[in-house]
């Protein structure tokens, strides 16, 4: 299994980015497809954003396209996620997952494809 580890959370004004890492341990990082979902107050855990196992494939919920970007580097065992124009509902715990499913392609977000989990990082975005 993979163990996941994300960081870059914090408080930022709308209009402000913010740069997420995932650290990756454990098996070999680059037999899995990677996601960012997050989990707002009161909300159900949704999708943002997935890559495939090589990084030639993306997908981004509508919510976030143009605004984030989603980017892994297998040689560092790493995934990250840059937020740009960060609005106030962009407020969310923010959690990378991977599956290894290699026969997935990346327009499968649903959460319960994704079997391995980070403990999630606060992103708060004032108005």
Known sequence: QVQLVESG???????????????????????????????????EREFVAAISRSGGSTNYADSVKGRFTISRDNAKNAMYLQMNSLK?????VYYCAAHGRPWLTVAVTTPATFDYWGQGTQVTVSS
């Not at 408080?11 to 913010?18: F, I, P, Y």
């Open 9 to 43: 959370g914090g408080l930022v004004q709308a209009g402000g980015s913010l740069r997420l890492s995932c650290a990756a341990s454990g098996r070999t990082f680059s037999n899995y497809h990677m996601g960012w979902f997050r989990q707002g107050p009161g909300r």
């Open 88 to 92: 106030p509902e962009d407020t969310a």
